[in-house]
Every structure is written in structure tokens, then in C-alpha cells.
């Protein structure tokens, strides 16, 4: 048990019975409890396997590679449409985590035989995502960003094509763009 989770805990205002819970059920695999990203986390040779963490309507325990998980009894959820790994079981009161203590058990030991087998979850390669027109049309007619923004790891080159997609506006769109071609040339990713 690592004291950053018992300090954790005792001081949450909320699902504190349920983190508590779902930490017994974690420490009964053969998981390292670790504390990162301010969650209790739980590591296989330091590779991360499962994370419990709270938000405001629910609290969930969180496969790193869940994407991988067989998912028998359809628990999972993908939190957002581009998160490619990751899947959350979520729980709004502790009879959820009770009633499926058992399938919990099961699933964390899955997931832990994917990381002993070292499988990896295959992610979209960046050439798979749509770049904006208006930004394709600044790399076309700037070399020097078009290196650039090639030069940026595949997260940072993700997190802007992300970032300049999602307003509905064309001129919102250019406007970021148009802010973000410093960051770019810099090296620099979104929220560096």
C-alpha cells in the first residue's frame, strides 16, 4: 500500500467508500499501487495497468489498455470518440462496485496478462487523420512549417489537428491556426 493513496483517500469529499473499495480490489492482483497524475495507480514492472479516479458524477477504475479487453459483460466505455487505449468502468454508488466485485477481479486480471504478454493497443498512425483544409493550405504554401509541424512528435501533431478541426467556423478555425503557427515553428506543442 503506498501512503500517497492512503493520504488520497482520506481526504476525498467524494466516493471516498468506493475508491476505498476499488483499491481492495486492485491490491488483491499482484499489481504495484502507485500514486501518479494525483490517482491511486496500479503498475506491472512500472508499466501502468489500471488507474481509479473520481469526477463529478461518477468515479471509475481505468484500463490503460482496455481497448484490448475482451469486455464480456460490456462494461467499458470509451470516454471520448479519439481516445484509442483507454477504457473506464464507471460507478455512481458503491452497490455497482459490490455487485460486480467479482467481475472487476476478472477484468484486472486480464488486463494485467495483456502487459505481462506485452501486448500493445495499435494506434492510428497521424497520416490516418484528417488535416483542415485551411491548415493543409498553410503547409502547402510554408515549407519551413510544413518541417515543423512534421518534426513534432505524433501527440503534438494530433492535439493541433484536433484543436484547429473542432470549431464550426471557418474563421475560428483560421484564427487558431493563424495563433498556433509560433507554437509550431517552435517546437512547441499545443499546451507547452
Known amino acids: 500500500m503506498n501512503p500517497k493513496v492512503d493520504k488520497f483517500i482520506s481526504k476525498a469529499t467524494k466516493w471516498k467508500e468506493e475508491m476505498e473499495l476499488l483499491r481492495t480490489i486492485a491490491l488483491d492482483s499482484t499489481l504495484t499501487e502507485d500514486f501518479k497524475w494525483g490517482q491511486p495507480c496500479y503498475t506491472h514492472q512500472n508499466n501502468n495497468v489500471v488507474l481509479i479516479h473520481g469526477?463529478?458524477?461518477?468515479?471509475?477504475?481505468?484500463?490503460?489498455?482496455?481497448?484490448?479487453?475482451?469486455?464480456?459483460?460490456?462494461?467499458?466505455?470509451?470516454?471520448?470518440?479519439?481516445?484509442?487505449?483507454?477504457?473506464?468502468?464507471?460507478?455512481?454508488?458503491?452497490?455497482?462496485?459490490?455487485?460486480?466485485?467479482?467481475?472487476?477481479?476478472?477484468y484486472i486480471?486480464?488486463?494485467?496478462?495483456?502487459?505481462?504478454?506485452?501486448?500493445?493497443?495499435?494506434?492510428?498512425?497521424?497520416?490516418?487523420?484528417t488535416v483542415p483544409e485551411e491548415f493543409q493550405i498553410k503547409l502547402n504554401e510554408n515549407s519551413s512549417l510544413n518541417k515543423a509541424f512534421k518534426a513534432l512528435t505524433p501527440g503534438r501533431q494530433r492535439g493541433y489537428l484536433f484543436y484547429f478541426s473542432q470549431p464550426k467556423q471557418l474563421k475560428t478555425r483560421e484564427l487558431r491556426i493563424e495563433k498556433s503557427i509560433p507554437q509550431i515553428m517552435n517546437g512547441k506543442g499545443l499546451n507547452d
Open 109 to 129: 486480471k486480464e488486463a494485467l496478462d495483456i502487459e505481462k504478454a506485452g501486448l500493445k493497443v495499435v494506434l492510428k498512425t497521424i497520416e490516418e487523420y
Open 55 to 106: 469526477f463529478k458524477e461518477y468515479c471509475a477504475l481505468l484500463f490503460f489498455k482496455g481497448a484490448l479487453l475482451k469486455d464480456k459483460h460490456q462494461l467499458l466505455i470509451r470516454q471520448t470518440e479519439n481516445v484509442q487505449s483507454s477504457r473506464q468502468i464507471r460507478f455512481t454508488d458503491i452497490k455497482e462496485i459490490t455487485s460486480n466485485t467479482l467481475i472487476l477481479k476478472a
